[in-house]
């Protein structure tokens, strides 16, 4: 099993949008959309059946802990991966990385080629609940994922109201492993009402109260999405080379961000702006893919 770090890639996070929306007053709930459409879905490779045959590593998420919240990140991790195994396009399976004897877990933000890897940890210095990143080939097929959890956020009794809970705890993880098998966000309002899937951004992801059903599972869409970029890897692979484009090289430059490849797309809203980054690998003759959540600011 070949490992190698992945400690500079930010690909996509569930940050800032429950920390920062938990604490502004919720306005009235509007039916309006931001669907992502213009961002592909990144694959794992099929079998001839158009199946994905994913392998997650479990024991790498140490819930053995006298902390209440850590404790339950194995159940939230299994009710995750039974969500998406409901996809007809994706055969999960959950594997132990470590022998029998060997009782340590190891929670380091580690990659492991053809595998998804799960970890957590204490790291109130960053602003993301859920993080997850991926390797592409030069196929634009994905080998590796890394799913990282901070445990500042979703298990810490001064956050009990905002997302350290059992309904933001589920969404996270619901959230993280739906990017992990290849999705984007189906909505980055955090504001409006809810579209019924956690792949939504959400400020109230148990729903209700104006907002909506809840942000917890799944939806039809989500699956209908898998079902069609799935479908079509058999005889086409995407050519995203031909859809990048610079933008604003002077700027990324001057706020240290060009380390993450070439800007291939950028938008704002309510003060955050939301970025998508592109880098050849010389190591996996691919690319890696960065998305990057923060504020106008940064």
């Not at 992945?6 to 940050?15: E, F, G, H, K």
């Not at 980055?188 to 792949?199: P, W």
Request: some cysteine.
């Amino acid at each position: 099993m070949n490992k190698t770090m992945r400690l500079s890639i930010t690909v996509t996070t569930l940050s800032n949008i429950l920390f920062i929306a938990s604490g502004q007053a919720a306005g009235q709930a509007s039916l309006r959309r931001n669907l992502v459409t213009g961002r592909s879905v990144a694959e794992w490779p099929v079998d001839e059946n158009g199946v994905a045959h994913l392998k997650v590593i479990e024991d790498n998420l140490c819930i053995d802990s006298e902390d209440e919240g850590i404790a339950t990140y194995g159940a939230y991790l299994q009710a995750a991966l039974n969500d998406w195994s409901k996809s007809d396009v994706l055969e999960i399976q959950t594997v132990q990385l470590h022998s029998s004897n060997d009782s340590k877990c190891d929670s380091s933000p580690v990659a492991y080629e053809g595998y998804i890897n799960v970890v957590h940890d204490n790291e109130p210095w960053h602003q993301w609940i859920g993080l997850t990143s991926w390797e592409v080939d030069a196929n634009d097929m994905v080998t590796a994922v890394l799913v990282r959890f901070n445990d500042y956020f979703l298990s810490n009794r001064d956050r009990e109201a905002y997302t350290s809970n059992p309904q933001t705890r589920q969404m996270a993880f619901c959230h993280e492993i739906g990017h992990a098998v290849g999705l984007p966000h189906q909505d980055e309002d955090e504001q409006n009402m809810n579209t019924g899937s956690c792949m939504d951004y959400t400020a109230h992801p148990e729903g209700g109260r104006g907002y909506g059903p809840n942000a917890l599972h799944p939806n039809d869409v989500d699956f209908e999405k898998l079902s069609a970029a799935y479908g079509n890897q058999i005889g086409l692979r995407r050519k995203r080379a031909n859809r990048r484009k610079m933008i604003n090289k002077k700027e990324l430059d001057k706020q240290g961000l060009n380390h993450f490849g070439e800007l291939v797309k950028e938008s704002s809203r309510e003060g955050m702006v939301r970025r998508h980054y592109q880098k050849f690998n010389e190591q996996t003759n691919g690319y890696t893919v960065t998305f990057t959540v923060g504020y106008l600011n940064d």
